[in-house]
């Protein structure tokens, strides 16, 4: 049930890609509160993915921009403001792509230019969106900006790869330009980490499935979903959170508080003997 939360605020949201994307699940509810949104992600992406679809669903501006190439980012950025006649209030971060993962490239054997391709789509991206939208002076006072994160930035899980190094790059700017915004602007800058999910990106990473399933017997709420996700980043944009910021907020159902939980232990020990020498 919507609730206006966003009534009137206008903001610009990359990486809705199809309806299994979180950031398209996040557009449709920031329209539902009352959003003005300008979607935005690359044209090769684009021309995958059905964005506009989802642009006409909420009556949304689509600029194509690549947010690794800082010329493209200050364009979409006076283009976005042009379209609203001033500044935003909020921006979604939902971009993350790892070659190696795609290429099977596991983490003790990595191809070091698709290394950087990983940190710089996945992580320097961000940074790059934060630096000139300062210099642009383009988000309003006590604005919001959001990146999706996981929380392989803090602990190792077997297959995420190099995308781990990018989500902790992620949270660190978001913890430096969290400072320097903030005192500045009173804009405030937070990642949220999120459950496994099965978007087009998340289903590519190794062993996925039983993530999925492992996340899911660990949470004592169970994995969020992506609807749930949305729910969670519109209240980061909205009123209701103005002295949150520089946080790594956890959309996990509790996974990140746990060690083990009874049912992840019933599996372990029904599988016991025939795993006896995994590693």
């Given amino acids: 049930m919507p609730y206006s939360l966003l009534k009137g605020k206008k903001g610009l949201i990359f990486g809705a890609l199809n309806d299994q994307s979180i950031a398209w699940k996040i557009a449709e509810r920031a329209h539902e509160e009352g959003a003005s949104i300008v979607l935005s992600n690359t044209a090769v992406a684009m021309r995958m993915g059905s964005v506009d679809e989802l642009a006409a669903k909420c009556n949304s501006l689509v600029i194509p921009a690549d947010a690794t190439n800082v010329e493209d980012i200050e364009n979409l950025m006076k283009q976005t403001m042009e379209h609203f006649g001033g500044k935003i209030d909020f921006i979604l971060h939902s971009i993350g792509m790892s070659p190696n993962v795609r290429k099977g490239f596991t983490y003790d054997d990595l191809d070091y230019p698709n290394y950087h391709k990983t940190l710089d789509i996945s992580a320097m991206s961000f940074h790059k969106i934060l630096q000139v939208s300062r210099r642009l002076d383009s988000i309003n006072e006590w604005g919001s900006i959001v990146a999706l994160s996981y929380i392989a930035a803090q602990r190792t899980l077997y297959g995420y790869n190099d995308m781990a190094d990018a989500k902790a790059l992620l949270e660190s700017i978001a913890r430096s330009f969290g400072y320097i915004y903030g005192r500045e602007k009173k804009i405030r800058i937070n990642t949220v980490s999120q459950s496994p999910t099965p978007t087009t990106a998340g289903s590519g990473v190794m062993g996925f499935g ?70």
């Fill in 210 to 279: 039983g993530l999925l399933d492992f996340s899911e017997r660990m949470s004592p709420l169970g994995n969020a979903t992506a609807e749930e996700c949305a729910d969670y980043c519109i209240t980061l944009f909205s009123d209701l959170t103005k002295k949150v910021t520089m946080q790594n907020l956890f959309n996990d159902g509790g996974f990140s508080s746990m060690g083990m939980s009874r049912s992840a232990m019933e599996v372990y020990n029904r599988n016991l003997d025939d795993c006896i020498d995994c590693k």
